[in-house]
T-cell receptor
Framework: DAKTTQPNSMESNEEEPVHLPCNHS???????IHWYRQLPSQGPEYVIH???SNVNNRMASLAIAEDRKSSTLILHRATLRDAAVYYC????????????FGRGTSLIVHP | GAGVSQSPSNKVTEKGKDVELRCDPI?????LYWYRQRLGQGLEFLIY????????KSGLPSDRFSAERTGESVSTLTIQRTQQEDSAVYLC????????????FGSGTRLTVV
């Protein structure tokens, strides 16, 4: 089962870094780790993904543990616009795979 | 198009009426998913289309729910005899089947059954 576990909520102050954790202890060797975020009244949007190596893009960084059983989404400087629900999912090989989005982590950013 | 388009964005309907929700995926995306999201909850899978294969309907909550997709184009989700518990945001996503490829979601249809 491609299940992930995330804290229900986290808080941060504006302009501080935020580290959002995700556990995926049942990850298989070919699963990709994807992160999405959902702003209020919008559909989820893609943030970043990775397989084994750490990844950086304009939105965030993804740090993947050496055993791949956990990962951390890093927002280097939180802004009020980063307040959202963040989802960590595994994308498995195979055309019939259906991604499971749990309740994610609700990030609260204080001014 | 540039993104996944869903219509209508909002729908208010009376209990017992049928509703039809539309999703226009990104061109070339063979995979299309429907999810339901109740207030404050996560995404609940409803149905999955992949190319011309038979859809995975395992998430449909009752026989009042059905969906169609012609080839790799537009999909419609139909809810018959709507009930108040059907009130939710219905989200559509499309993707390539490559696992290193992200899912693109629409903005959803907010359905309110009164």
């Amino acid at each position: 089962d491609a299940k992930t576990t995330q804290p229900n909520s986290m808080e941060s102050n504006e302009e501080e870094p935020v580290h959002l954790p995700c556990n995926h202890s049942t990850i298989s060797g070919t699963d990709y780790i994807h992160w999405y975020r959902q702003l209020p009244s919008q559909g989820p949007e893609y943030v970043i993904h990775g397989l084994t190596s750490n990844v950086n893009n304009r939105m965030a960084s993804l740090a993947i543990a050496e055993d791949r059983k956990s990962s951390t989404l890093i927002l280097h400087r939180a802004t009020l616009r980063d307040a959202a629900v963040y989802y960590c999912i595994l994308r498995r090989a195979g055309g019939s795979y259906i991604p499971t989005f749990g309740r994610g982590t609700s990030l609260i950013v204080h001014p | 198009g540039a993104g996944v388009s869903q219509s209508p964005s909002n729908k208010v309907t009376e209990k017992g009426k049928d509703v039809e929700l539309r999703c226009d995926p990104i061109s070339g995306h063979t995979a299309l998913y429907w999810y339901r999201q109740r207030l404050g909850q996560g995404l609940e899978f409803l149905i999955y289309f992949q190319g011309n294969s038979a859809p995975d309907k395992s998430g449909l909550p009752s026989d009042r729910f059905s969906a169609e997709r012609t080839g790799e184009s537009v999909s419609t989700l139909t809810i018959q005899r709507t009930q108040q518990e059907d009130s939710a945001v219905y989200l559509c996503a499309s993707s390539s089947i490559r696992r290193d490829y992200g899912y693109t979601f629409g903005s959803g249809t907010r359905l309110t059954v009164v």
